[in-house]
Structures are given as C-alpha cells and as structure tokens.
C-alpha cells in the first residue's frame, strides 16, 4: 500500500518549521553546540539543543503548562504538519486521524527529577505533578488532546529507527479505511543523562564535529526536537514502500541486515538516499553496503548538520527525503572526508530529476529500518 | 509552504483491502504472580488464590503501600543459562524469555514475520541503578549493562535471540493499555491479510520509580487491592509477561496447528479528559467496548464474561463499572488485578491469558477481597471464588494514564 504525504512539520537546532530549516540546510549551516552541565557528574557534554525561540509561536493549551520539553516539541511539529496539509482536527474528522508517536528515551528530563528526588530525598519526596510526564506515552496523550484525536494513539518505543518503525505501523492502520489520516510524529528531548549514558556506551564524543562514514567512528552528539509527517492516501510525495524492519543481535551482524532491506527497497531505480549515518559504528555498515547495493544514488546524511535525536531521527530523514525530491535539490554533507566511497557532496546541489528516495535507519540499539519515497509527477496526479 | 495536497483530485479512489482472515492464538505462554506457565496459572485463578506480597526488591518504608504481586526471582533466574550475557540480562528479559519458551514449545513450528510487544517501563530498575550510582558518586563498574539492558525493545530482542527469531519488532507504550493494544494491532494487522503470523504480548518488571510514582498519586493502596467494592482504596502493582502466537486460521489448520481460542474483535479510544483520570461519565472505556464488538461483529448480549480493568482505584472502577452497565447489563464481571496486581504493560497480554484459560476450562475468574457492592455500580461481580460457566465469547480491558482504552474480543474455537 502507498501513503501520500499530505503535511510535514520540524523542530530542530536548526529552529523551526519546514521551510526555514531546509533552507538552513541547503546553506550549508550546521547547529550550535551547547555544553551540559550536572550537578553529580564532573564531565560536560556537547549538544544540539532547540533555541527557544523555535516555540515562540506554539499556541497555548492547558495540557502544555507543565508538560515537559518533548511534548511542547511533539505539538509544535504536529501542529505544523496538521496546518500544511490544510487539515483541522474538529469533532467530525477527530475519529478518522490516528496518531502513531515514535519516541526513544521519552521524558528524561522529568524522569531524573522524579527519581533523583527519591533518591536524594526519599520517597515522601516523590512529585504526583512530575510522575505521570515520565510515561513514554504523555507526549502523545497531550498532543492527541491537543487535536482532539479520540480514535487510535499508538506510541511506540526503539533507537533511532523506531520513527520509520512508526511509519510502518502507520501503514498498517491505514488499512482501515474508516482512517482518513495518520498523523506520526517523534520526538526528543536532550539531557546530561541521556549524554553521560552514550558516552559511556562509547558512541558519544564530547564536542562535534559528527563526522559521517569515518573509517575510525568518533562518535555521535546528540540533538533534540521533533518531527512530524501527517499521512494519507495520496500525495505530491509517496512513501511506496515500506519494508518492516529487521534487527541485528551483534554489530557484525547489521550489515547482513541492511543489505536484505536495501535489496527489498533498491528494486526500482534509486536517485538518493538519505542515509542515518551519526559518526557511530553502524556508519562503516550502512557505508559498505550503499556501496554494494546502490552505487550510483547520491547519498546525504542530516545528522552532521542537526545532530542524532534518537527518536525524532527517522522522522527528520524522512522530511529531508521528501524536501530533496520537492524542490529537487540536496544539502551539503558535512564533515564528510573525501575518501568516503559514496556519491555524497560537500556542496549544496541538484537532484532535479531525482524521483525515487530511499531513507535508511540504522539504530545503535539493535534496529534497522527503511521506506522508499517517491515524487509524483503531475500528470501523475491530475 | 506550499499545500502538499492542492494538486489533488477530489474523487481520488483508495486503495480497498478485504477484511476476511479469521485470527487464530495458536500458543501463550505466561509468567506472572500467579505462576509460571499457564497450568499454574490456571489452578491459581480456579483456586482465586490472593498472590499478593509485601515488596521486597525495594524499600517501601515510606509508601503508603506496601505490597505488589511478584515474580520469584528464584524460580525465575534458576535457568538463566551461566553465559555472561544471560547473567547481565534485565528480569524483564527473563519473564519474556519464560513466557516465550512456553510459547514456542506448543508450536514449535510457529515462525512470526513480526513481533508487537507492550511495555510501560523497559528496563526501568537499570535506570534506576545508573542513577543512583551517579548520584551518590558510587562506581559505575556495572553501567554499560544498566545502559545496554534499559530500552524498551531490549528484552523483547533478548528474547527472541533466545529462540533464534529474527522478526522485526514493534514496542507500543501505551501506558497501562500496552499489552491489549499490542495484541489488539496484532489481531488487526492479521486480520487485514497483511500478516500471516504475529508475535504479541506484554511485560513489565517492577521498578521503584514506578511504584513510587502510583503511590504519590495515592493511586495504590496501603490495604487489600478491592475491585468495585464499595470500599476499594487502590490497586497494588503487579509485574509479568504474556506471549501470544496469533496466526491466520486457515494458515494454522493448514499447517495442522493447534487452536487455543480466536481473537475476534478489537476497539481502542482515546479518552482527552486528564493525563491520569478517565472521563467520570465513561466514554472512554465505552467507546473501546463498542468499537471491540463492532469490530467482532457481535452484539453486546454475545458477550459472556469481562475480564475487566479493574484497578481498584475511585475513579476507574467508576468510569468503567458504569461503562460496562450501560452497556451489557449484568454480565459476570471479574478483575483478576485482585489476585496478581496490575503488571501495567503486562496486564493486557496476561489477561487475554487468563480469558483465554477461562474459554478453554470453561469458568469465571474471581474478583477477591470483595466485601460489598457499590451502589453507584450496577455490576455482576464473581465475587471472591471462580465459578463454572458456558463462555463462549469474553471481552478483556484495558485503561491506561493519557487516556488510552482498549477492549479485545475473545471466541473460544469452534472448528
């Protein structure tokens, strides 16, 4: 089954909305690392966090008063994407969207206060306020009430491939043709938490840059924000294929799996690929095997520019695959060496003719995922 | 930006999938408070043994509440096989590893294309552990295990690893209706002929954070855990995990498989009215209840048992008494979370388990520590002993913090 994008909507380091981060993109701009600091923790971290500004046009709702980061960041991306398409959540359309939420580490920032206070404290210390913003599924809950979405809400959790995990959900539920739309949306939020834990699994470096495809991998900074896709039966933009994820049990296992999704995505021709390559591991496995299987595809990577936000990360590729094959062009990939064997540019450039995408997403948690776009032609259409 | 849709016809055709597969559970397997296995699961429910403990894996001296349903650590890490890897595996890893091993011995044969598993909280007590450490500046000798075994996904792959699967997998958060959303997407990705064989369930391992978090918001109690009493106080916590193998029928009896039960029908809401209290008139659970027999097909008088939500709290056993009322009357209505807790994410999958062993042996489950009836609820409570009875289709529930309701049918199998 083909879903049409119908509406997109972004929230990055890079600020928000659609337009203005893509065309930070095509510049060439890369976001702002902040420095991280804890109190039980002597390292500080580098991260992309979203400026405040970028949610200075976020109406307000009640549900947002205490929400955390994650949730405000869900609304604003979803909101973006609902108004895009032209589409109003009101009672007679609010049973016919669903909302699938692709999260990772959900509402860290709550969670640590909740928990440290018990620690620190005790448990008569515990917050009722804070406690139910660590639930994976609170983002979701606050933006379906936000649209009024009383049907289907689904969150689903996984590393950063859980977004086109969710996209796939998404297409099994448009099975129903009662469902008019389905809304997606991932989303993260930073924390010194989140970094300290990377780090220490190894995948995280203290400062960028994101250094793409390396052949030694320095590691990744992490970023936050959301993403959102608001899908339906047709569009300008087809997500025509879906494959439904695989997962590797060891790291040298990942290539095997990425070569059987990209076989099953590269049966058309392919143009470009929006890669997830974030300066870890599972880049040399995506690298060796965009190399075997697609060798002519042009290959971008966002996650220099925006960093890796988890959660949010497959919906911002999938943004980016449609922005390229809309407007016809690719951002520059950058700190790229010039030795990667790949067809990627440091310069902005033009993918005109380009009519076939495929988004891959290798998460560092075990699970691969992938889809292919397509751009309808006009005639197509009318 | 431009309108991604300006260009499109108004009479555009969508694409048409017939809605005809029949869904089959043709294996389970369960480990909760009320045993390991479904044999001991089944003499715990017929016998409506009260499961419930005093917490032992934490301190609860500052609780209101002190007690959960728990799974015995000895029972369950007594046949972890001695490799490093299964020594650093999170409990929750254990559970599905139990649940699916008895699972897959029914039907060995059973290979999913996917797996979809609920959760509430992963591997919450890992987290914990990292920061606590952190905070008290202790060593963090153990953290890249913490970090390793904390996602949520984790203890689902650790399981299939396990039994050499390679299904891709879904991990729905949905809160408290984790599990019954699991196996109700399951059920309808089956049944949309998009899927021959799904993989579902769910689990959840008692954390500190979580219980703490329930009796902040003194939604458990410090007495027993009394579903639509009079003078319910609370739920207790529970923990556990349930696999159900679901296949497409005509696939199952071609391939000569067993049937256990056929899930029917399926229905979910979205209830806007607070992140943690249900609408008091009940529109929520009643929605999913409504959509679950439209989806099977039924009316609401085929419905022979709920196996109800049932936490015990004020609030919920209100909404979803008076949901059930207005809907089906006096239908037999049980909570089991009386005997085992409610193991959150878990609670879903564990008990389509237990409808599923109330079809099959053809009996209610009781709702214990019921003392009285709550004027405000017109129900037909089992009150405190299982009983026999005729079933043929039965209704599961589950309610979850952000508003999620979900309600699943359940037939038994009739060739």
Known sequence: MSLGIAGMGWITPLGSGVDLVWERLLQGEEATAEKITEQFGEQSYSAF????????????????????????????????????????????????????????????????????????????????????????????????????????????????????????????????????????????????????A????????????????????????????????????????MIDHIH????????????????????????????????????????????????????????????????????????????????????????????GAPTIPLRISALRMSVATADHAIVLSCGINQQIAGLRLRKESETQII | MDQFLSKLPKSAVADRRNITARVAVVAAGVVSPLGFGLSETLESLQEARDCITRVTRFSVAECRCKTAGQVSDERLLSNRSKADRAQRLHRASHMMISALGEALAQSPQFKPELTIVGTTSGGMSYGEDYLRALNRRDS?????????????????????????????????????????????????????????RILTGGYDALSELVFVGFDSLQASTPEKCRPFDRDRTGMVLGEGA?????ENLDAARARGARVLAEVTGYGMSTDNFHITQPDPSGIGPRRAMERALQSAQISADAIDYINAHGTAT??????????????????????????????????????????????????????????APDENIDLNVIANKARPAALRTVLSNSFGFGGTNASIAIRKFEA
């Open chain 1, 49 to 196: 966090r979203v400026p405040n500004l970028a949610l200075a046009n976020l109406p307000p709702h009640p549900r947002l008063r205490r929400a955390s980061l994650i949730s405000r960041f869900a609304a604003a991306a979803g909101l973006e994407a609902l108004q895009t398409a032209g589409v109003e959540a009101d009672p007679r359309n609010t049973d016919r969207i669903a909302l699938v939420f692709a999260i990772s580490n959900g509402g860290v920032i709550y969670t640590k206060r909740f928990y440290r206070d018990i620690v620190e404290a005790g448990a008569q210390a515990a917050s009722p306020l804070l406690f139910p913003e660590t639930v994976f599924n609170a983002p979701a809950s606050h933006l379906a009430a936000i649209l009024g979405i009383t049907g289907a809400t689904y969150t689903l959790v996984g590393d950063s491939a859980v977004g086109l995990l969710a996209i796939r959900m998404a297409e099994d539920l448009m099975t129903n043709q009662e469902l008019e739309y389905c809304l997606v949306v991932g989303a993260e939020e930073v924390d010194w938490l989140l970094c300290d």
């Open chain 1, 198 to 237: 990377y780090r220490r699994w190894r995948l995280l470096r203290l400062a960028p840059p994101v250094e793409p495809f390396s052949d030694v991998s320095q590691g990744m900074i992490l970023s936050e924000g959301a993403g959102a896709v608001l899908l339906a039966r047709h569009g300008l933009i």
């Open chain 1, 244 to 335: 439904p994820g695989g997962y590797y049990r060891r790291r040298t296992e990942a290539e095997g799996v990425l070569n059987r999704i990209l076989c099953d995505l590269s049966q058309t021709e392919i143009d470009l690929v929006v890669s997830s390559a974030n300066g870890t591991f599972i880049d040399q496995a995506e690298c060796k095997t965009l190399r075997q299987i697609v060798p002519e595809a042009f290959v971008y990577t966002p996650k220099p520019a925006l960093g890796e936000s988890v959660g949010a990360a497959g919906l911002w590729q999938v943004i980016v695959g449609a922005q390229a094959l809309r407007r016809g062009e690719l951002p520059p990939v950058l700190h």
């Open chain 2, 140 to 196: 963090l000798r153990h953290s890249p295990t913490w970090i390793a075994n904390y996602p949520a996904q984790k203890p689902v792959l650790d399981a299939q690893e396990t039994f050499g699967i390679s299904a891709p997998c879904q991990v729905i958060a949905n809160a408290c209706a984790s599990g019954t959303n699991a196996i109700g997407h399951a059920f309808e990705c089956v049944r949309s002929g998009r899927y021959e």
């Open chain 2, 242 to 246: 349930a696999i159900l193998a679901l």
């Open chain 2, 314 to 371: 004020p609030f919920n056993d209100a909404a979803e008494g008076k949901a059930i009322s207005e809907l089906f009357g006096r239908v037999p209505v049980s909570s089991t979370k009386s005997m085992m807790g409610h193991s959150l994410g878990a609670a879903g999958a564990v008990e389509v388990i237990v409808c599923l062993l109330a079809l099959q042996h053809q009996f209610l489950p009781g709702n214990i520590n019921f003392r």
